[in-house]
């Protein structure tokens, strides 16, 4: 297995590799009832839960390494009191970040997606009229917006507790980061980059 930790704005990321000879491994290493949760995914679910959840684990610290990490009732992660984290995968990568709760709240979110045009043009349905009409590049350009407001939506939906459109929010792409416009009465920041192939973002709402 292989870990990379990336420091961000938002948190710390903590980068997964979960080869199949290691999912064992890592299953034994997760809290009793993540164990439980993990038994009753399908094989591909089951990798993704444990790798997310490995994840999740290395940014915590040593005595919080027993405390389960389950989903809430809208499918976030539920961290330890006084954290906040998420968590992404894809294939046998799976990417969490983890960073302490604020006053005023504030909630995080990572998104992980390979950093390559979509197999469809997801242009039409991800971006506002104004984002398709400036963007040269509907291949990776497209993708990068697609992790971005995914991100996005990790940080909010804590908030907000809806599903939020792609087109409720509007990226304004510069190097790093990208500008965020919506109704949403939060105000949101992102980062994101290239690493390993793929497209890295991090998001952070907090209630204004
Ligand atoms: C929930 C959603 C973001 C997951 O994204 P995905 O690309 O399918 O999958 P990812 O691997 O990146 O993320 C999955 C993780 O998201 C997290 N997640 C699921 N529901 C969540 C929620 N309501 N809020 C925050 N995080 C959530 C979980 O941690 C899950 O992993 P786990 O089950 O192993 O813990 C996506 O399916 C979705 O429903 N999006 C809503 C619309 C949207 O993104 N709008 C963007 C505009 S803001």
């Given at each position: 297995m292989r870990l990379d930790l990336l420091?961000?704005?938002?948190?710390?990321?903590?980068?997964?590799?979960?080869?199949?000879?290691?999912?064992?491994?890592a299953l034994a290493a997760l809290a009793p009832e993540?164990?439980?949760?993990?038994?009753?995914?399908?094989?591909?679910?089951?990798?993704?839960?444990i790798a997310g959840r490995t994840a999740l684990r290395a940014l915590l610290a040593p005595?919080?390494?027993?405390?389960?990490?389950?989903?809430?009732?809208?499918?976030?992660?539920?961290?330890?009191?006084?954290?906040?984290?998420?968590?992404?995968h894809k294939g046998t990568h799976a990417a969490a970040i983890v960073?302490?709760?604020?006053?005023?709240?504030?909630?995080?979110?990572?998104?992980?997606?390979?950093?390559?045009?979509?197999?469809?043009?997801?242009a039409r349905w991800i971006l506002t009229k104004r984002e398709q009409e400036t963007l040269a590049d509907r291949g990776r350009g497209a993708t990068?917006?697609?992790s971005i407001k995914e991100a996005i939506y990790k940080a909010v939906d804590p908030f907000v507790r809806r599903y939020v459109a792609f087109t409720e929010v509007e990226l304004e792409v510069a190097e790093g980061v990208a500008y965020v416009s919506s109704e949403l009465p939060l105000a949101i920041e992102t980062t994101w980059r290239?690493?390993?192939g793929f497209w890295l973002s991090t998001a952070r709402a907090v209630g204004r």
């Open positions: 420091p961000t704005p938002h948190g710390t990321v903590a980068l997964v590799d979960l080869p199949d000879a290691s999912v064992d491994s993540e164990q439980v949760l993990a038994s009753g995914l399908s094989s591909v679910r089951r990798r993704e839960l005595e919080l390494a027993h405390h389960p990490l389950l989903p809430d009732d809208r499918g976030a992660p539920v961290l330890p009191a006084g954290w906040v984290g998420s968590v992404s960073a302490p709760a604020s006053d005023p709240r504030a909630h995080v979110g990572v998104d992980l997606e390979v950093a390559a045009p979509a197999r469809q043009d997801i990068l917006r697609f290239e690493h390993g």
